[in-house]
């Protein structure tokens, strides 16, 4: 038997990431802390832009599990088939785990089968759909593209925005934007709503790239026989080029488990804790009320760790979550934004946004080359 505190994290995207390596910065070898993911490698989401519109290949932007190596922590690749939260005890397909403390940061995944027709058509979310789109997008000469979002919340809320934006400047390059039309459907009233600056500066770029905008609409059904987004008020969009964002929950694993309710897992936002003791949720799969990208995963995993080493120590205090994080978004021509948005602070959500720029690009480029070295050595 170990005497080592047993640590058990599912998911190794940005959450799990963090975790393990805070974790591993503060207890070394004094922990036993194993991490399992059922993939081979890690990729920021925002690289699935840079894939589909043909600016990246996708091995490029992968980092392999294999690089990731830190005192303490064993990163395995297993599938998890079932959760018990009460006991801390997860079964994968090769060996059963149990934990002291258990942290589950599954993220999001896609319910193809809450919006009908959508597994029949493209989506851009999954690398899969993004390379398959990267297949299509040089077809697409002439008529309408839709960019569909099936419900809320969604990963990277700026996102299906930036795919408008890049979208048209890719068709502006290949010289037949102005034989193109393209519409986003959005579930939000604005593109950014906890910042009016960046949902304003968003809605006058597509206005002056002629891009329709229409809020508060999420696709209900894609009627792939004809080619027919159908809104969830009923109208009818005709397309020739679908760009689907599928509705999100926890993987079915968390949902077979009991901790999930109303399709994610109930947590004290700012201390993570769900209903189960030493049982914590970060990331896309956690309700804590801010947004599911990956920076608020990176912020939660820095509260549960703090919490752990305070528990562990038996000293110190932990630190909360703030919900604040940063959010970088193309605008298209080599430009890109910034909004900063404080959750927590006050009675609502703020945001600070910082107009486009080139420089700005090399902030985005530094939030994912500082991550890459911290977490793999890359």
């Known amino acids: 038997m170990s005497i080592k505190p047993r640590i058990l994290v599912l998911g190794a995207g940005f959450g799990g990431l963090e975790l393990t390596t805070l974790l591993s910065e503060q207890l070394g070898d004094g922990i036993d802390v194993t991490l399992i993911d059922k993939s081979d490698s890690f990729m920021f989401g925002f690289s699935k832009l840079d894939v589909m519109f043909g600016h990246a290949e996708a091995d490029a932007v992968r980092m392999p599990y294999s690089a990731y190596a830190k005192p303490g922590v064993k990163l395995l690749k297993r599938t998890i088939t079932a959760i018990d939260p009460v006991a801390r005890r997860v079964t994968t397909d090769n060996g059963v785990f149990e934990a002291d403390h258990l942290v589950v940061a599954l993220g999001a995944e896609y319910d193809f089968d809450a919006t009908p027709g959508l597994a029949g058509t493209t989506e851009f979310y999954s690398i899969p759909g993004a390379e398959r789109l990267r297949g299509l997008l040089p077809d697409f000469t002439s008529g309408h593209a839709i960019i569909g979002v099936c419900g809320a919340p969604y990963k990277c809320p700026p996102a299906p925005s930036e795919c408008a934006l890049m979208l048209h400047d890719y068709l502006v390059e290949r010289g037949v934007r102005q034989n193109c039309k393209i519409s986003l459907v959005l579930p939000l009233g604005s593109p950014v709503p906890p910042s009016p600056e960046t949902s304003r500066a968003l809605l006058e770029a597509f206005a002056e790239r002629d891009i329709a905008f229409i809020p508060s ?25 679908f760009l689907g964002v599928p509705k999100h929950r926890v993987p079915p694993v968390v949902l077979e488990s009991g901790m999930s309710e109303n399709g994610w897992i109930p947590v004290n936002p700012r201390t993570l804790e769900t209903k189960y003791e030493n049982v914590y949720a970060v990331g896309d799969g956690a309700a804590t009320g801010t947004p599911k990208a990956g920076v608020f995963a990176e912020g939660a995993a820095k509260a549960v760790a703090s919490a752990l080493v305070a528990k562990l120590r038996q000293s ?56 890459r070295a911290r977490w793999f050595g890359l």
């Open 217 to 241: 609409r999420r696709v209900a059904s894609v009627d792939n026989a004809r080619n027919v987004a159908v809104l969830d008020d009923g109208q009818e969009m005709p397309f020739d080029l």
């Open 316 to 371: 110190g205090d932990a630190v909360e979550y703030n919900g604040f994080g940063t959010c970088y978004i193309e605008f298209g021509g080599g430009r890109i934004g910034k909004v900063e948005v404080d959750f927590f602070s006050g009675p609502q959500p703020t945001g600070n946004y910082y107009e486009p720029s080139v420089n700005l690009r090399t902030d985005k480029q530094h939030f994912g080359s500082s991550r």
